[in-house]
């Protein structure tokens, strides 16, 4: 063969800000330059003193009817004046961008940015206003739906097992230890009174990495890269178990979770149903997450190895006793 085959490439900086020119009708001397890689990539452009995002979807990672979606779901939010980065136009209206990479056809997102800056350690005014936020968003995507993923125990807990299965025996201890908290996982499910769990669009990944906070409370939210259907006690519960793992300290743990749990039921009031699913639900979407890592290992996690699966289950193994004690 003349040309090896690639899995993944990135594209040129230099390359990506000439199409931007001639695609957006940008300056000459707008800027582009990538800020990372990863699940998908990532760059930042600059067009007289207003900035963006430009998002390059991995090849075969979504289709483009799930980016429609996404897309249909951003304009949803923005018409309804929630805090998100949403899609921007060509100059013909067209929202995706065809890009023909050396692994073939990937497409292309102009998205605008969310001001501020990411806050690792957010302060408990913060954290209420994220969860106001979030409980704004699902106000409006109560019972909706998206043609995307149904965040259910197979999609959540079964594949990801089989995913991961294909780099780690299924017979390590952190392996059996997944394999028994998911059947716990789906008890728990099963037995849950479905009357009291809305469902509809969640977002599934909203911590402080997929967010920008300006000002302590002003909040934008951006990546909804695994947005689909799902009770919406599934973004509560995340959020709740990424913060439980930022702070060593688990009184101040308990007073920012109280604030984001305020925050949220100045919204939408959360079922006692709901709160008690808090637990298996942050580990279940922690579970689903494993999977995605092992299904991008190649591109998105170079430290999936036992060691790394032993910090990771020790992780749900710290979750799962504290949430015990509580």
């Known amino acids: 063969m003349s040309v090896f085959p690639v899995t993944t490439s990135t594209l040129s900086s230099s390359a990506l800000r000439l199409f931007l020119i001639e695609i957006y009708g940008f300056y000459e001397s707008c800027s582009c330059t990538l800020f990372r890689t990863g699940m ?13 995002v430009f998002r390059v979807y991995c090849h075969e990672w979504r289709t483009k009817n799930q980016i429609e979606e996404e897309l249909r779901l951003l304009n949803m939010l923005k018409a ?7 899609p921007i136009p060509d100059k013909k209206g067209i929202l995706i961008q065809h ?28 954290c209420f206003s994220v969860g106001k936020l979030m409980a704004e968003f699902h106000k409006i995507t109560e019972n909706e739906s998206l043609n995307r993923i149904q965040y259910t125990s197979k999609t959540l807990l079964d594949l990801p097992f089989t995913y991961a299965n294909a780099y780690f025996k299924d017979t390590l ?7 028994a908290q998911s059947k716990e996982i789906k008890k728990q499910f099963a037995a849950v009174d479905k009357t009291k769990m809305r469902s509809g669009i969640v977002h599934l990944d909203i911590w402080y990495d997929n967010m920008s906070v300006k000002n302590s409370t002003e909040i934008t939210v951006f990546d909804f890269d695994f947005c689909g259907n799902g009770w919406c006690i599934l973004d509560v519960a995340y ?9 060593v300290d688990k009184s101040i743990y308990e007073l920012k979770k109280a604030k984001f749990l305020a925050g949220y039921q100045s919204v939408l009031q959360l079922s006692e149903d709901e709160l008690q699913l808090i637990p298996v639900a942050g580990m279940s979407v922690w579970i689903f997450y494993l999977g995605v890592q092992s299904q991008r290992f190649d591109w998105s996690n170079i430290f999936l190895t036992e060691n790394y699966l032993k910090m990771y289950i020790g992780r749900m193994r710290s979750w799962q006793s504290y949430s015990k004690e509580m």
């Open 40 to 52: 998908n990539h990532t760059y930042f452009v600059s067009n007289e003193n207003k900035k963006y």
């Open 99 to 126: 890009i023909q990479a050396p692994e073939g056809l990937r497409f292309g997102v102009l998205f605008s940015f969310a001001e501020g800056e990411k806050l690792r350690f957010m302060d408990e005014g913060s």
């Open 239 to 247: 959020f709740c178990k990424q913060l439980f793992h930022i702070e």
């Open 173 to 179: 201890p952190e392996m059996e230890f997944i394999k």
């Open 80 to 86: 309804h004046t929630i805090s998100i980065s949403y």
